[in-house]
């Protein structure tokens, strides 16, 4: 059952992103979206305050929460330790810090009767088990350490919200401003492609997947 008569309802956290805005899009094909961005409301995912008050202000039953906040880096991912420094703490507070905050506030919007979807985009390159190159410091640590947050706290939820999953999910390489100096070996993803295959998969994922980490075509990704 979905509230509002029906009506699928969804908060996009991020939503003036490359990847944000096109699952905002996409959901809103499919009901009703409520979507906060720094770019476009100010919201500082870092600010525990500003978070708080933020979702205080929403009434409850979202049936889907998507995570879609993130920085690549504050200057530019670090090729080699010789670059490691003061970078750090931003992105480790904006990747893993932030969502956790929004996490912990939304908690109270998420029905506990009913199926529950949450979706935290994450990166492959967080993988530990897949690291082979090295590099990317920052970026790393801090999409390793948000799937270890959100691991930890998918098995919390699924005490209050058993109904809920939540998912660690690689969009890929989407081509967004986010990735545009970053040339891969294989074609880039559109946004809307990226968005539509990831929202796919988490129609697709039971409760028994929860705090799972997957890519965008539902393959389980090693820790």
Partial sequence: MRGNGGIMRALVIGASGGIGSALTAQLRGQGEVVGLSRREHGLDVTDEAQVQAALG?????????WIASGIL???APEKSMRQFGDDFVQVM????LGPMLVLKHALRLLPRDRRVEVGVLSAKVGSIGDNHLGGWYSYRASKAALNQLMH???VEIARSHPQAVLALLHPG???TPFTAQYAPPYEKLSPDDAAGRLIAVMAGLTT???GGFFDYSGAELPW
């Avoid at 202000?57 to 929460?65: I, K, N, Q, T």
């Fill in 57 to 65: 202000r929403l009434e409850p039953g979202f049936d889907r929460l």
């Fill in 73 to 75: 880096a504050v200057t």
């Fill in 93 to 96: 507070a904006v990747n893993a």
């Fill in 152 to 154: 930890g706290a998918a």
């Fill in 173 to 175: 390489t989407v081509d």
């Fill in 208 to 210: 028994a997947q929860s």
